[in-house]
């Protein structure tokens, strides 16, 4: 008996664990309230992403991993035993099967490379592996000083990066509702021609966009910061409009607002045509 083809078994893979509803459980770790009309007024209210304290919790659990400590940490929790985000991982090994074997993926907004930890113990066996996060300054001095490890890389931007790298995946998990301006940012992004582009773990709503304030719970760390529940109409539209045909969706995260529960999304996206050129001109971060 022949073995499979690796591409068609891969196919075959990801179509079967993304026909697989998975029930996210929910995480009453955050809280959202208000409706804002402004990014400025919300903003005002916060204590932001740059407090110290998120800094300091996170790099500390981030050398954790590092060191083999803990399997990866989120929000810089750590965790001690393996748990995949396969809705992502499916999509990325697509796309390596795709590339003969070759995964690089760009991931804006990554942290000290949160996801990179939790997902390398199955991508480490692709032919070629790299990850790249884009973050802010300190992060990435920080990441760059003592997280170059295995295939993870740290950038300041989305145009240095794919001057770089030439990712063929660009990761969105957990980021668009806490840009400013995402739909600024969405559009200058899949201008950039990414073959593959995954949005995960996205505030996604029916109707209109909503600007709230984000209350994280003080046992993960003392932090508030502005957060939109964006129109899941207009983000679809303006990735379809960039010539990307939407491949499978599903729910990620549970979590309240105004004393119910919402279902944060995630979409795979693959760009219309055989090969893609990325396009290395122009600034695109935030």
């Known amino acids: 008996m022949k073995h499979m083809p690796f591409k068609l078994f891969l196919q075959r893979a990801l179509r079967q664990v993304l026909s697989q509803r998975v029930v996210p459980k929910p995480r009453p770790t955050e809280v959202f309230t208000g409706d804002y009309a402004l990014w400025e007024e919300a903003s005002s209210l916060c204590k932001g992403y740059s407090a110290g304290n998120i800094f300091e919790k996170t790099s500390e659990a981030a050398l954790a991993v590092r060191d083999g400590k803990a399997v990866f940490e989120r929000d810089s929790v750590l965790f001690f035993h393996r748990e995949f985000r396969w809705e992502i991982l499916a999509p990325m090994l697509w796309q390596a099967a795709r590339d003969g074997g070759r995964l690089n993926v760009l991931d804006f907004g990554g942290s000290l490379g949160s996801i990179y930890f939790q997902s390398r113990h199955l991508l480490d066996v692709l032919s070629e592996m790299r990850w790249s996060v884009v973050e802010q300054a300190r992060y990435v001095e920080f990441g760059r000083r003592e997280l170059t490890v295995g295939g993870l890389r740290f950038y300041p931007s989305i145009a240095e990066c794919v001057e770089s790298e030439k ?36 505030a996604l709503i029916e109707g209109m966009d909503r600007l709230t304030i984000q209350k994280v719970t003080p046992d993960i760390y003392d932090a508030s910061y502005p957060a939109w529940f964006l129109s899941q109409e207009r983000v679809q539209g303006m990735i379809e ?40 001109a122009g600034s695109c971060h935030e």
């Open 167 to 202: 990712p063929n995946v660009l990761l969105l998990s957990s980021v668009l509702q806490y840009l400013s301006d995402p739909y600024a940012f969405l559009e200058s992004a899949v201008d950039r021609n990414f073959p593959t582009i995954l949005v995960d773990r996205t």
């Open 241 to 280: 409009s960039a010539g990307y045909t939407l491949q499978a969706e599903w729910e990620a995260d549970r979590l309240p607002l105004d004393g119910k529960t919402v279902t944060f999304k995630g979409a795979f996206y693959v760009k219309n045509g055989a090969r893609t050129t990325l396009r290395g």
